[in-house]
């Protein structure tokens, strides 16, 4: 099992940065991780995911060219830049980790975060 602990969300307005992390107990690079959100009255949906060597991300189409994933196992620790910021951005985003899958189907992801909350107003 794995437990993943999410910082670095807050209030920033629209065409700011900011970076989330994602702390794993035990060894993250036994796992793919990634990232959803889920913003208010709205389904939640796949952000981006990263093998467990980083070989591979997969970005949702709204955030591709802004947002940036990326781990260092040696920290147990996945992040994800999120640059040019929008008001459609703001949600709750949640960290997510598996052993093996890294598509977009949020149900196959194994273990997740509590989430934090990214608030971009405009």
């Known amino acids: 099992q794995v437990r993943l602990v999410e910082s670095g969300g807050g209030l920033v307005q629209a065409g700011d940065s900011l970076r989330l992390s994602c702390a794993a107990s035990?060894?993250?690079?036994?796992?793919?991780m990634g990232w959803f959100r889920q913003a208010p009255e709205k389904e939640r949906e796949f952000v981006t995911s990263?093998?467990?060597?980083?070989?591979?991300?997969n970005y949702a189409d709204s955030v591709k060219g802004r947002f940036t994933i990326s781990r260092d196992n040696a920290k147990n620790t996945v992040y994800l830049q999120m640059n040019s910021l929008k008001p459609e951005d703001t949600a709750v985003y949640y960290c997510v980790a598996d052993p093996g899958y890294y598509g977009v189907e949020q149900t196959n992801y194994d273990y997740w975060g509590q989430g934090t909350q990214v608030t971009v107003s405009s």
């Open positions: 990263i093998t467990k060597r980083g070989g591979i991300t």
């Open positions: 035990g060894t993250s690079s036994r796992y793919t």
